[in-house]
C-alpha cells in the first residue's frame, strides 16, 4: 500500500517516512501516548522509514528501544530504515574535528543499538564558519570504516550543496522544507540534485497540521500555539501572504480533495510527492493517527486540471526568499531567532 523507492541498489525506503521530531522533549509538552506502539503500528503498516536527529532529544533512545525489543523478539523488520541526523552545536563549528564527528556518531550508534548508521543527514548552522565540507568527508570516512550506510544532508543551499558534492562525497538525498508554502528548492537544488542522482526527503509538507481541514474556515490563531512546529509553519503562513491567502488555499485543496474523496491535507502531499526528484515526504507523528489517512496517498492521482488550479494559486501568492533554509540561517530574522543551536551537549 505504501510506495517505495530505492536510493542506492539494494538500499530502499518508504515514500512515506514517520517523522521523529514530535516525539522530542523539545517539541511540545503533551506526551501522552505509548510512542513505541505507535511504531509498530507505523511499521506494520508499511511505513517503515524513521527520521531522527542527534538533537531531537529522546528521540533516537526511544527508536533504540524500539529496535532492541523487535531484536530479543525476532521480529524485526529487515526493511527498516532509521535516518538520523548529525547536527553539530553551534558552538562547536569553530573547534569541530573528527575526533568530534566521530563521537556524535558513535553516540547515535549507541542510542539506537546499531553497528552501522542506516543513514546520517549533515547540518551546519552557518556559512560563516568554514568546516561544512571537511565534516562531510570525516563522515565519509566514516563511511569507509562501515559506521554509516549513506551520507545525506539537510538544509545547505544549492551552492553548499555542490561544494559538498564537488569534493567527492556522494550525497543520497538532501532533507528540506518542500511544500505547498514553500518551493525554494525548485529554485535551483532540484537542477543540481538531477545531475546527482541525490533525491528529496521533504519535511514541512502538511505544514504542522496548518495544512488540514482542522484549520479550513477557521480565524487567524492569535493565542501561543500547541507545539514548535504550528510556531515554524504559522511564519510560512506570512510568507505567502498571511491568513486570508492560506484559507483561499485550503478551499482550493478541499474543494480537489471533495472530487477525489480524501482529505485537503493527502492533497497538499500527493502533490509534492509528484514533484520531479521527490523521494518521499516526512510526516511527523506525535501517536499513530494518522496512519489510515497516509495509507491512501498511493491511491490518488491528481489530474493535470488539480496541478493547474493549484499551480495557479501559487503564482498569485508570495513564496519565502533565497534559496533553501536562507532566511532560517538569519538567527536575527523571524525564522532563525525560533531555532534552538545548541542541543547536542544535552
Ligand atoms: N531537517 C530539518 O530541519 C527538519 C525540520 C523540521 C522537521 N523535520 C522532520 O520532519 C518531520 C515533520 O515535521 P514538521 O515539523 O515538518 O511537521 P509536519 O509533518 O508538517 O506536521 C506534523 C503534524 O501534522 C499533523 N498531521 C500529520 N498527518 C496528518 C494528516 N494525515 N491529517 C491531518 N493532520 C496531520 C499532526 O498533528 P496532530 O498530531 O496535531 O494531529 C502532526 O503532528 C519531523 O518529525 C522531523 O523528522 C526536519
Redesign the pocket.
Known amino acids: 500500500m505504501i510506495e517505495r523507492i530505492e536510493l542506492r541498489p539494494g538500499y530502499s525506503i518508504s515514500r512515506v ?7 522530542s522533549e523539545g ?1 511540545s509538552q503533551i506526551n501522552y501516548h505509548d510512542p513505541i506502539r505507535d511504531m509498530e503500528a507505523f511499521v506494520a503498516s508499511g511505513i517503515n522509514t524513521f ?3 542527534d538533537i ?1 532529544t529522546g528521540v533516537e533512545e526511544l527508536i533504540g528501544n524500539y529496535i532492541r525489543k523487535e531484536t530479543k523478539r525476532g521480529t524485526l523488520d529487515p526493511n527498516l530504515k532509521v535516518l538520523t ?1 548529525f ?1 553539530p552545536d553551534y558552538n562547536q563549528l569553530p573547534s569541530i574535528n573528527k575526533r568530534y564527528v566521530e563521537s556524535i556518531i558513535d553516540r547515535s550508534l549507541m542510542r539506537l543499538g546499531l553497528e552501522r548508521l542506516d543513514m546520517v ?1 549533515f ?1 551546519w548552522w552557518t556559512y560563516d564558519i568554514p568546516g561544512w565540507v571537511e565534516t562531510a568527508l570525516w563522515l565519509q570516512e566514516l563511511q569507509s570504516a562501515g559506521k554509516i550506510d549513506l551520507i545525506s544532508s ?2 545547505f543551499n544549492t551552492a553548499a550543496t555542490a561544494e559538498i558534492i564537488d569534493a567527492g562525497v556522494d550525497l543520497a538525498t538532501v ?3 518542500y ?1 505547498l508554502l514553500d518551493h525554494r528548492p525548485q529554485k535551483s537544488l532540484i537542477k543540481l540534485c538531477q545531475k546527482y542522482d541525490t533525491q528529496l526527503l521533504c ?12 484549520w479550513l474556515g477557521q480565524p487567524e490563531p492569535i493565542t501561543e500555539l ?4 504550528l510556531v ?2 504559522k511564519l510560512m503562513i506570512e510568507e505567502i501572504g498571511g491568513w486570508g491567502h492560506f484559507q483561499e488555499l485550503l478551499r482550493l485543496l478541499n474543494k480537489i480533495a471533495s472530487k477525489h474523496g480524501t ?1 485537503l ?2 492533497i497538499a ?1 500527493r502533490y509534492i510527492l509528484d514533484k520531479p526528484q521527490v523521494a518521499g ?7 499513530a ?2 496512519i489510515e ?2 495509507l491512501t496517498l498511493s491511491h490518488i492521482e491528481l489530474t493535470s486540471q488539480d496541478r493547474d488550479e493549484i499551480d495557479s494559486f501559487l503564482s498569485k501568492v508570495g513564496q519565502p526568499p533565497g534559496d533553501v ?1 536562507d532566511i ?1 540561517r538569519d538567527k536575527k530574522g523571524k525564522h532563525g531567532r525560533i531555532m534552538r543551536y545548541n542541543l547536542n551537549q544535552k
Open positions: 517516512i514517520k517523522g521523529g521530531w514530535q516525539l517539541h527520521d531522527c536527529a531531537y541526523k547536527v543527514q547540518a539537510t538544509n532533507q528540506v522544507q511544500s519535511y514541512g509538507t502538511v505544514a504542522g497540521g496548518f495544512l488540514s481541514e482542522r500547541e507545539n514548535r512546529s515554524k509553519y482529505t491535507t493527502n502531499t515526504v516526512i510526516i511527523g507523528a506525535r501517536n493517527a494518522h489517512a497516509n533554509f532560517e
